[in-house]
T-cell receptor, first 115, second 114 residues
């Protein structure tokens, strides 16, 4: 079955540590996105990538980094510079515009808690 | 300026009744798409319905319909015959095709009462 997988589902980190959240898709989608969601809030864009080896900052990129070495994978690193990283992180993807599909597809999310 | 505005943080509806969730948007891109997603307490994002900026007819998907008023820049979601399972957060989103970015509103928490 095609879809987006995120791992782990729950992640605990000590203050001052970097941590990497995994996002893999087998939908052959070109674009991938990372969002952060705080309790009771909407989604805020961290980073997005339209093609391999290229990515752009979103609205809240400070303290985060990404890479896009393969089409299927878009890992997000939460660095120690991120002041308040406890949140729910969602990865999403969309196909190229020529494929006639409009919506974003989402992974199940990772809940990160900083202890 | 906010790209997507949802002015109802929370709403209650009686089971089997219809409910309208409000959404207004702001864009200068003539080509855009509007979406509604449902997020249950599990956190997954479930796509409900899509409306393109050039679509003449309002979109419908089962019990969901999108009331698209382009001049007013509104894209309200109508859920008919509410069910207990409809209790969730609902997000309105917009895609600007020129930039391939998505913008999300702050969400509306819907509670369906038995």
């Amino acid at each position: 079955d095609g879809g987006i997988t995120q791992s782990p589902k729950y992640l605990f980190r000590k203050e001052g540590q970097n941590v990497t959240l995994s996002c893999e898709q087998n939908l052959n989608h070109d674009a991938m996105y990372w969002y952060r969601q705080d309790p009771g809030q909407g989604l805020r864009l961290i980073y997005y990538s339209q093609i391999v080896n290229d990515f752009q900052k979103g609205d809240i990129a400070e303290g985060y980094s990404v890479s896009r070495e393969k089409k299927e994978s878009f890992p997000l690193t939460v660095t120690s510079a991120q002041k308040n990283p406890t949140a729910f992180y969602l990865c999403a993807s969309t196909p190229g515009s020529a494929q006639g599909v409009n919506e974003q597809f989402f992974g199940p999310g990772t809940r990160l808690t900083v202890l | 300026a906010q790209k997507i505005t949802q002015t109802q943080p929370g709403m209650f509806v009686q089971e089997k009744e219809a409910v309208t969730l409000d959404c207004t948007y702001d864009t200068s891109d003539p080509s855009y798409g509007l979406f509604w997603y449902k997020q249950p307490s599990s956190g997954e994002m479930i796509f409900l319905i899509y409306q393109g900026s050039y679509d003449q007819q309002n979109a419908t998907e089962g019990r969901y319909s999108l009331n698209f008023q382009k001049a007013r820049k509104s894209a309200n979601l109508v859920i008919s015959a509410s069910q207990l399972g409809d209790s969730a957060m609902y997000f309105c989103a917009m895609r600007e095709w020129n930039f391939n970015k998505f913008y999300f509103g702050s969400g509306t928490k819907l509670n369906v009462k038995p």
